[in-house]
């Protein structure tokens, strides 16, 4: 939990645990990885990069495969995969808003536009430390709850 003054925003206090006794993480203050909830700044940077002409438009009408894909990057290659392996199919697209819902990792990392992705989450004061590599649109860079 996190106090603030609503006219400051001063933080009053950060309760990070139910019991200091039973666990000593500091669930606010950790560092952890979002994964999935990390989603939305890949979806609200392609949906941004419609508005600003950037091709392929992607909107949240935008049928998007759910198929194996490799990508080079930094001299590599690079195939992710979604949760369990499970793949919906090739000619089993699905709207962007609802590939966000269902966390299709494949989905969203399409045009490689990293840095889009990353300077959406810097624009809403997430961790600085989150790089233009594939795997920010897996939420892997670690960041703390109170960033």
Known sequence: MSVLDPHSGEVKALIGGRDYGQSQLNHVLARRQP?????????AAAFE?????????????TTVMDEPTTFDFDG????PNNYGEKISGQGHGSPGAHAVSQCRHSEGRRDGRYTRVTDMAH???LDPSIHPTPAV???????????
């Open 35 to 43: 994964g999935s909830a990390f989603k939305p700044f890949v979806f």
């Open 49 to 61: 990069g419609a508005v600003d002409g950037v091709q392929p438009i992607v909107t949240p009408a």
């Open 76 to 79: 590599k290659e690079y195939t």
């Open 123 to 125: 624009q809403f004061g």
């Open 137 to 147: 649109a897996l939420g892997a860079y670690e960041m703390t709850r109170w960033t």
